[in-house]
Nanobody, 115 residues
């Protein structure tokens, strides 16, 4: 069993920045996928950004140029730097990791962007 613990969410004004952290109980040297999803009220969960196949990064079109992934393998932590946040990006942000056929989710971190 892998435990993923998010932190760093909160309330920010439109145009502001937040950095989310996801600490993993398992090494993040070689997950198949490691990244972030979000789910806004009444909407489906969507991919925000993720490392695919260890190092390749992918971003949702809506966040390209504003959000950035980074990682600290020693700390087993993945980060999501979010800049120029918009009110419509208010959501619960979930850390997600997949090692082979097994996938895991964090408990979620609320991000609220006020207009």
């Amino acid at each position: 069993q892998v435990r993923l613990v998010e932190s760093g969410g909160g309330l920010v004004q439109s145009g502001g920045s937040l950095r989310l952290s996801c600490a993993s109980s398992r090494s993040i040297y070689s997950p198949t996928v490691m990244g972030w999803y979000r789910q806004a009220p009444g909407k489906q969960r969507e991919l925000v950004a993720a490392y695919m196949d260890v190092r390749r990064e992918t971003y949702a079109d809506s966040v390209k140029g504003r959000f950035t992934l980074s990682r600290d393998n020693f700390k087993k932590t993945v980060y999501l730097q979010m800049n120029s946040l918009k009110p419509e990006e208010t959501a619960v942000y979930y850390c997600h990791g997949r090692w082979g056929a097994s996938e895991y989710w964090g408990q979620g971190s609320q991000v609220t962007v006020s207009s």
